[in-house]
């Protein structure tokens, strides 16, 4: 799962590459660029946090089901 994450992060490397080659062109101004980054990072993140700890999720949720019986 260690490979989705670094795919997710090269991904996102590239997208925020892109974006700052439209901003120094003058393709797309500041404002939304910056939403634009921001909704990107947001996302990585959690896809991130989501790859990298599937076996733990599974945990928690087990011992939350058990503890309800």
Not at 33 to 59: D, E, K, Y
């Amino acid at each position: 799962m260690q490979i989705f994450a670094i795919i997710i992060a090269l991904v996102g490397a590239a997208a925020f590459e892109g974006m700052a080659l439209l901003y120094r062109r003058r393709i797309i101004p500041a404002g939304p660029l910056i939403a634009l980054a921001t909704s990107i990072l947001l996302t990585m993140v959690g896809l991130t946090i989501v790859g990298l700890a599937p076996g733990q999720l599974v945990i928690v949720n087990q011992a939350s089901a058990t503890s309800d019986q």
